[in-house]
């Protein structure tokens, strides 16, 4: 190992001579990785084809406008001012008042957000459950590797 000066060359000489177990050790996390990355990105592709599925059949409801009824007011308070003067009835009142705060709402989500995203979201994060000791040992057994290839790639600058 004298003429190996960097922690990668030392690193690819210990792979390169691994024994076999230690081989499947690594082609298995390597596996499992691969497979949570792929799950995960399907389930990301999912969220966002829900995402706009939903945002264009929106978009097509608003097509007709559902807060058209709210045209002739600027605040909640004048829906009360019309109550006040009798133009409106209280149960007029308070759907407008409903779809008041509708409109509110929709304006201040720039992102849909809902129970069907949030359960996949929860799904993306519950990839890494069934193997996370599993990958953590192994990324722990190699960064631990790497410190003593970094070590003596060290050693072998100063001799050599």
Known sequence: MADLFTAEEIMDLWDRNAT????????????????QDTARKYINDAIARYRKD?????????????????????????????FGWGFIS????????????LREQSKSKTELEDR????????????YNPHSEEVFIYDQKRSKMWREAERVARENLMRG
């Open 20 to 35: 076999a177990e230690d081989k499947a050790e690594r082609d298995r996390i390597m596996e499992i990785k691969k497979d």
């Open 54 to 82: 939903k945002t264009k059949s929106r978009s097509k409801a608003k097509a007709a406008d559902p807060f058209v009824d709210l045209a002739d007011y600027t605040s909640k308070e004048d829906i009360q001012e019309s």
């Open 90 to 101: 209280e149960r007029e009142r308070d759907r407008l008042w409903n779809l008041w705060d």
């Open 116 to 127: 069907v995203v949030e359960l996949l979201q929860v799904a993306a994060r519950a990839i």
